[in-house]
């Protein structure tokens, strides 16, 4: 794994399998995006086995092959909506059109674990609402940036044995490097990533909601701005939120594609975390200046202060729990609402934000 390359970020934990080998077939479809990596690593390390892969694009697909050997090549979608033996499909295709696979899944009696955004429109949400509601099946959606961090899987185990108390105030921030030249066409335009609040804005509305116990909340305010990449003149570099919780927690985010390319991952993601009785500071990706090593925990509370080196040792248990939901028709890895209820926020705050029009080039 390329720790300076986002768009491919797949992380590798320890092998946990929580069901048998053949419990859970799966398969892939849309390989747009390189967190589809990731989602079927984590699946495979708790047990599922991945059987096949479609995308209309063959160099796509021999590249997943080659990372995934022995996963078959399937010759079209209907191919593996059709196979009754899969249970579940995993998606990263392009964000705008993740919604109307989702749909086609669960129509054909499948869960469906889709990489965030899940939906770029709220009409997309909606029918996926509909849909899961009608089948009972499970729309599981990635949020890599706390599902598959140790260090933020942690800080909620703490949080939940009440290190810090209740937990009242939260702050975000969640920069990218862009590898602009890298990236596909559709990375820079806004109605195929529905904007950069809607897009990784969505793991710093969930993990909110996720860290402050909150089912619903209210985006007070919302900007968005394009300050570096001009050439690109509809695509946004820069945004960021402030949200309160139906619990009274507070929330503020940034989130940005800035990340300068001397730092040696591709964004130094950060949570801070008030409660009443302490505060947890998360440092994702590296411990800046000091340790490259990910999954650095600061926690600060009336005990004293402690640091905790987490990489190895806390492992994904979402992967494990999802599978074990869709087999057993119970919500322990996350619940429906829950992932909906971030997806419909990130849309909101995007809908909803300010264009920051002093980031445009001063005229000569």
């Known amino acids: 794994m390329n720790r300076k390359d986002g768009m491919n970020y797949a992380p590798k934990g320890k092998v946990n399998k929580i069901v048998e080998s053949g419990r859970f077939p ?14 079927c690593n984590g699946l495979i390390e708790a047990g599922a086995d991945l059987v096949a892969v479609y995308d209309p694009d063959p160099q796509k697909v021999q590249a997943f092959c080659e990372a995934f050997p022995g996963v078959r090549a399937a010759d079209s979608e209907q191919d593996i909506l059709l196979d009754p033996a899969i249970q579940l499909v995993a998606c990263a295709s392009i964000p705008a059109k993740r919604g109307e696979m989702g749909v086609k899944v669960l129509e054909h009696g499948k869960h469906y674990f889709v990489d965030k955004p899940a939906f770029t429109k709220l009409d997309q949400l909606e029918k996926a609402r509909e849909k899961t509601k009608e089948t009972g099946l499970k729309w599981g959606i990635y949020y890599s940036e706390r599902l598959h961090v140790e260090s933020a899987v942690f800080a909620g185990q703490l949080i939940e044995e009440g290190a810090i108390g209740r937990v009242v105030q939260v702050i975000g921030t969640g920069p990218h490097r862009a590898s602009a030249e890298s990236r596909p066409e559709w990375f820079f335009d806004p109605e195929s990533y529905g904007g950069i609040l809607c897009d990784i804005g969505s793991h710093q509305i969930e993990q909110f909601l996720h860290y402050t116990g909150a089912k619903d909340a209210k985006v ?16 946004e570099d820069f945004g960021d939120a402030t ?10 985010f940034r989130v940005d594609w800035l990340t300068p390319d001397g730092l040696g991952t591709w964004g130094d993601g950060r949570a801070f975390l008030l409660g009443t009785e302490g505060y947890i500071e998360i440092r994702k990706y590296l411990d800046v200046g000091r340790d490259s090593s990910s999954d650095h925990l600061y926690l600060v509370n009336q005990e004293g202060e402690k640091h905790f080196a987490l990489s190895g040792k806390v492992g994904y ?27 419909e926020l990130c849309i909101i705050a995007q809908e909803q934000s300010i264009k920051v029009e002093g980031a445009k080039t001063p005229a000569n």
């Open 317 to 343: 248990p979402f992967f494990g729990q999802f599978i074990l939901d869709c087999l057993n028709g119970t919500e322990k890895a996350m619940t429906q609402e829950h992932a909906f209820k971030a997806a």
């Open 26 to 39: 799966f398969a892939a479809i849309g390989l747009d995006h390189g967190h589809i990596n990731g989602m």
């Open 220 to 235: 007070l305010h919302s900007k968005v701005a394009n300050y570096h990449y001009k050439q690109y003149p509809q695509f």
């Open 243 to 252: 949200l309160v919780a139906d619990n009274g927690a507070t929330f503020y």
